[in-house]
Structure formats: C-alpha cells, structure tokens
C-alpha cells in the first residue's frame, strides 16, 4: 500500500500545532506531532490526533440539508441557495436589512475563509445586527487593547520563550495552549522557563493544569481580580515601583490613574478576593524587580462583571513596569499578511446601538447576550431570519433556552456548519462545508497573535468531491445573494472583486496609476494558487512585512514561498515596535481611557463590602485539553473521559452531604440544572464549576457520540448579564445554590 506524507497546522485550538498526516488511498492512516514545524517542534495534543475521526465522522454532512415538515432531507446546492436568495430577498425587502442577523462561532477563525470572506458577507447585509462568540469570551480583552492603543487587533503578546517571571490571572494555557497568545507546547514552554530560572505564578479559584505547574498558586475568589489588579497598580505608585523606561514618552494620564487607585488598598483588595494584603504585596514587589516579566489575563479576567477594567489593568501593571514591547515582556506581533501601517487608526465603542436594551456595539458587533430579545420583541428592526456560521449559540450563550425558544419563532435560519447540533437542528437550511482536510489552510488571526513571528500555509490534504464546497465558496455565494447578485453567481467573482480593491488600494498609496504607472492587472497576473483564498494570501504576503513587493524586493516572501516551505517559516521573535503598534491618532498610549471611570466609581464604592453573599457559591467554567467549546464531543477519543461534572471543595460537599457522583441541584437567578459531583480540594472552598459547551440532550441533534455522553449546559444558569464596557457575557462568578437533588 502506496503512503505519502501531508503536513498540516492542527486548525482545532489557537496554538496551530504541525502535524504529519500519513496518507493513503484509504484515507488518513496516521497523524503525529511535526517535529519540523519551528513553533510546536513535534508538539500536538490529543484534539490534532482527531482530525482523522472528524474527517470520517459518519453524522458530519456532506450534502446541503432542508427542513420540510420537521424533517432533514438532502438537497443540490442549486436548490438551497436559491431557497437562501428567495427567503432573505423576502424578508429584507419586506422588514429591512436589519431584520435579519448573523452569528459568528469560534472555529470561524480557523479557516480561512473566516480570515477573508466574513467581512464581505456583512457589508453586502447592511445589518447592525451582527453577533459573534468573541462577546462570549475575549472581547474586553480587545476593548481594553483597543482603548490603549488604538484598536482591538493590538493585542500585546507575553514573551514567553524569554520572560523571567510569567503571572497568570485566570487562564490555563497548559490546556488552552495559549488563548489571544498562540503557543505551542506551553507544557515545554513553561519547563524552559524554570529550568532557565524563571518562574510562574497563577491566581486562580481552579487549581488548573497550569496552577500545578506553578512555582505559585493563590486561591482568589472568582470576578475579584479587579481588585487584586487595581491593589497593585495601587503600590506600583506607593512604593515608587513605577517605571516606565523606555514608554515614558509614549504616555499620558499617569497622575489621573495614580490618583484613581489610592483607595484600592492591598487590604481593601484582601476584603474582596480573599488574598492576603502581603500576599499581594509581595507579588507587586516581584513583578517589579523582575528583569523581564509578563503578567497575563485571560478568560477569568474577561467573562466577568469588570472584565475590560480588569483586562486593561493587566496591561497598565505591565506598562508601569516598562514590560510592554520589551524582550521577555509583551510585545506586538508583525504577521506576514498584515502591511505595515494598514490597521485602522483610533478606537471607540458605541458607534450604534441594540434596538431593545440599547447595548453598545464594541468593535462592530452587539453583545451576543442581547441576541433572544433581538428575536422576541416585536417591532420595526425585529430579527426575524439569523444566519450562524460555525457556531452553537444555543450551548454557548447565556440563558440558552429562552435562545432556542426564540430561534423556533424566526420566519427562516440558515446555518453554514457540518453537523446537525443544539441549534442546527432549528436551520431551516443547512450549507455544510468540505471536510477541514479538503481546503488549504493559513492562520490570518493566530499569526497576529503568536509569541514568534510566524507564517505557514498547509495544502488541502484531500481533494474536496464533485458536490461539495469549500468554505470560501459557501460564504461568498451567500455575500454575492445578499448584494443581489444571484445565488448562481460564481464564487470567484467576489474573490476577483477583493483583488480589485487591493489592487486599488495599492495603487492609490503610490500615488495613483499615472504618477506610479502601475496598473491592477501588473499586480494581480502575478499571483499564484488556486481562486479563492491562495490568490488574496499572495497579495496580503507580497505587500507584507518580509513580502516580496511584487518583485521590488527579491528576497521577500510570497505565497509560492509558504509553498516551498511546508513546515512554515520563523520570522523570529517578537521584537520592540511600539512607534509602530500603537494606532492612536496622536502616536500615545492612553493610560486612563475615560471610558473605565464610571466602572472604576462603582468598584471604589464597593471596596468596604465583604466579598461574598452567604449560603451562596460562586459557578465557574473550565475547560478540558481534549475539547474546545462544544464542537468536538461527537468525537469519541475526545470526549469518552471527559466528565461533565460539578467540582465541589470536600468542606463544601461535607457540609451539603455530597459524595462523588451524587447528583447535585445547582440553581442560580434563571434556572436549575442537575449534574454529578465530583468531590476534589483542587477548587476553592465556596467556588463550583462545571465545564462550558456540555448540553447534548435536545431532541433533532444528529450527534450519536455526543448524544450518549450529553452532560448538561451551564449556560442555562447563565443570567443574560453583560460586562457593561464590552458586553460580554458575565459566565464567570454566577451566584448558584447548591442541594443533594435526591432532596
């Protein structure tokens, strides 16, 4: 039996692992770790070894599926998107533009398609109603980078491969392998770091993958970190610990912020989070010393009450300290396809607002938590049809039944997305891609947010069949019927228009085709790869950073360049370019964005409180190595050992008479779940948790993995409350009671 060898990012979690498929013509024979890939060096966790199960999954569609009657049958693609066009001209024509919403999952920016033909979609719609998982989990993190320095797409990196000192607030990258911080290996990251004499210390109510392999581990209550945060910055001013170094030029508002944070006292902050004063004390003094040092936040610091305030006070600690753009601090990225200087400048929030509640837009989309009262509320700008690509809102956002009672009442939903799921099965037209290893893929989010610069592109392994499409197809097809172009127009046609607007673009900053003497087709008859994505990947990477300038620079990079080189290319490290990352009109950080003081107000009046409500836990997510979110459980290697249970401190479960694998009652202000306990001193006492993305019980999914081990949704505790700045949900440090359910 004839084998070759395809090499291949994993597209399944951030880190973009290399992978060595080995082929035949059976099909995927094996998959391992790439130890050429520069960045993962053989590296891959169980969710990369998988790709061949979600390949051959018999419940992933091949062919589009129509809802008739309560019932799924197959259908041509000519007759879905001719009934997509019918519907959406019906309905947009009728109601308005706005009438109809689009949600956005997060494998979306796992392909590139997500990268280049999102955009285009939601142009031709000339909806506001635009919704997407990033309010689920990270937007304050990209509202607090935007406010400072001047967009969301500025997101400083830790160093990790260089820091001294690596303090983690509320993430596990040993499980996540990075989360806005691509990072293969983090385990083995980690490990340099101590064996080179570093150290890492987590603040987390979970003893986490990551916390065990802490030099340090503090307990903290969850959505207190504000307070330890703002504790901080309070005796970086105190005690003289400020300094700035080579960013001192680059700020504004140091005195406004110094005297914002003198109430917020280590003691206060001990009060709230239930960290000791010297405890906090302590870590300030160290992070100070340190040579080189990264402190980083992640989802215990966005999914929560003050997530942006807390997002932006880990940035302000490492630019008080003179860690931003340093060497084994944070730095900015330089991806390959992202030209110098093509970042929008400026940065503000609530450009429009929602039409029932009026939350504020955030980066170009509305609070994803707002989306039911979007559906149910009658009147002009009702939602009444809802597109969803690559998501499962009805698992993934707050009070998800009232989402899947609203998603029953739209008059029509499409859903681009390989299974029939939790919210799927609500679609009254389903547009299933070709499986993940039948397209080519480059990682246009995750290269901007690597802790190297980085650049690899990875083949199709598999031709895709005669009917079906590819992704790219299947979004530009739906962007071409939302401009009026017809749903038999030809995919391409929307892919030569973007070249057309590069090219333009391009030439318009020369100077214009008179002056430059350059015309569109000198820079488009160049590009090589296949329609679609290949061939605006070779303009991004020919006027990027290391491109090859369309000829002008000989040594530079283009998209045949990726081609040649399957294990990627390493720019090297991150490197100081803080004149050019920031995008504030006036070339300045600005510290103290007026937009955190009314939160700031509150979290001063709320100092003297004690911290807790009685008779109360405080719920928490987590996450497991072998899934992400809730789109891998109809893999059976990953999710048959992955227990979908309540973890509970031994004091806690003594007190309520709770053994392992009792069921328990948990209740919270919307609703009331039950699940197994699982008894461990691994959690903070007053503090339970059960894992996001679990729920696989609803009648209509078409998952035979997932539907024998459904667990049950923690979302359905989930109050529709948002994070006032950014809007993201609050999952994190919801108020539950806990009882035996035999009671």
């Given amino acids: 039996m004839s084998e070759r060898t395809a090499y291949r990012v994993c597209p399944l979690c951030e880190a973009g692992c290399g992978l060595e498929i080995a082929v035949s013509e059976n099909g995927v024979e094996k998959i391992r770790g790439n130890r050429q890939h520069p960045m993962s060096k053989g590296f891959c966790c169980p969710k990369g070894i998988a790709l061949k199960q979600l390949h051959e999954d018999p419940d992933r569609l091949r062919p589009p599926m129509i809802r008739e009657n309560g019932q799924f049958r197959a259908a041509s693609w000519d007759e ?21 919403a689009v949600y956005l999952g997060n494998p979306n920016t796992h392909t590139m398609a997500g990268g280049l033909f999102i955009r285009p979609l939601i142009k031709a719609l000339r909806t506001k109603n635009f919704y997407t998982a990033s309010t689920v989990d990270q937007m304050p993190k990209m509202a607090a980078c935007g406010l400072l320095y001047g967009s969301p797409m500025r997101i400083p990196i830790p160093d990790i491969d260089h820091t001294d000192l690596f303090v983690v607030f ?164 330089r991806p390959a396809h992202v030209p110098d200087g093509s970042i929008p400048k400026g940065y503000s929030v609530g450009r429009w607002r929602s039409r029932v509640s009026q939350a504020a837009e955030v980066s170009g989309e509305l609070p994803v938590a707002v989306l039911s009262e979007e559906m149910e509320t009658p009147g002009k700008g009702q939602i009444r049809a809802l597109l969803t690509v690559a998501g499962n809102p009805v698992l993934a956002i707050p009070e998800s039944d009232r989402l899947d009672a609203a998603l029953a009442g739209l008059d029509f939903m499409i859903s681009v997305d390989y299974y029939i799921n939790e919210t799927t099965r609500q679609a009254d037209v389903i547009l299933p891609p070709a499986s993940i290893l039948c397209h080519g893929h480059y990682d246009f989010f995750f290269h901007a947010l690597a802790v190297r610069n980085f650049a690899c592109y990875s083949p199709p392994v598999f031709e895709k069949g005669a009917d079906e499409k590819d992704k790219w197809e ?63 990947l ?22 045949k360049t990726l081609t040649k080189n399957p294990h990627g290319i390493d720019f090297g490290p991150l490197k100081p370019m ?30 003297e409180g004690t911290g807790g409500e009685p008779g109360r836990y405080l719920l928490i997510g987590r996450r497991h190595l072998r899934t992400n979110n809730s789109w891998m459980h109809n893999i059976e290697a990953l999710s048959a050992n992955n227990p979908c249970t309540l973890l509970m401190h031994p004091d806690d479960a003594g007190r309520l008479e709770l053994e392992n694998g009792d069921s328990a009652q948990i209740t919270s202000d919307v609703a009331t779940i039950a699940a197994p306990v699982e008894i461990t001193d691994a959690i903070m006492p007053g503090v339970v948790s059960l894992p996001h993305g679990w729920g696989h019980d609803k009648d209509g999914i078409q998952l035979s993995v997932a539907g024998k081990n459904s667990g049950v949704n923690t979302n359905r505790l989930t109050p529709a409350v948002t994070e006032r700045i950014a809007g993201t949900a609050v999952l994190n440090g919801i108020p539950v009671t806990v009882a035996s359910a035999a009671e």
């Fill in 474 to 536: 299947i979004m530009a097809n739906l962007a071409l019927i939302a401009a009026g172009k017809g749903s038999d127009a030809s995919p391409e046609r929307l892919e030569e228009k973007m070249l057309d607007d590069l090219a333009a673009g391009v030439i318009k900053a020369m100077g214009g085709e008179e002056k430059s003497g350059v015309k569109k087709e000198m820079l488009i008859a160049p590009l090589s790869g296949n329609k679609g994505p290949e061939r605006l």
């Fill in 578 to 607: 803080i004149k050019h990352a920031l995008a504030n009109p006036d070339g300045k950080i600005h510290l103290f964005p007026e937009d955190m003081t009314p939160d700031l107000e509150e979290l001063r009046q709320a100092i």
């Fill in 538 to 559: 070779d303009f991004l990477l020919r006027i990027g950073p290391y491109g090859d300038g369309f000829g002008m620079k000989p040594d530079g990079i283009n998209f």
């Fill in 170 to 333: 509320g993430a596990n990258p040993f499980v996540s392998n990075g989360s806005l911080m691509t990072a293969p290996d983090m385990p083995g990251r980690i490990r340099a770091l101590q064996e080179r004499g570093g150290k890492m210390i987590v603040i987390d109510p979970l003893r986490t993958r990551t916390a065990q392999a802490a030099d340090r581990h503090l307990f903290i209550r969850p959505g207190t970190d504000v307070y330890m945060l703002l504790a901080m910055v309070n005796r970086l001013f105190a005690e003289g610990l400020v300094n700035t170094g080579h960013l001192e030029t680059f700020i504004d508002d140091v005195q406004a912020l110094r005297e914002t944070v003198a109430p917020f006292t280590p003691e206060a902050a001990a009060r709230m989070c239930g960290i000791e004063a010297d405890a906090i004390v302590q870590l300030t003094r160290e992070i100070a010393a340190a040579k080189k040092c990264a402190v980083y936040g992640r989802m215990g610091t966005s999914t929560v009450r003050y997530g942006t305030v807390s997002s932006w006070l880990v940035e302000v600690i490492n630019i008080l300290t003179g860690n931003l753009d340093r060497q084994g601090g944070t730095g900015f990225c």
């Fill in 80 to 100: 879905a998107l001719s009934l997509v066009e019918r519907k959406l001209a019906d309905i947009r024509q009728t109601h308005g533009n706005d009438a109809v």
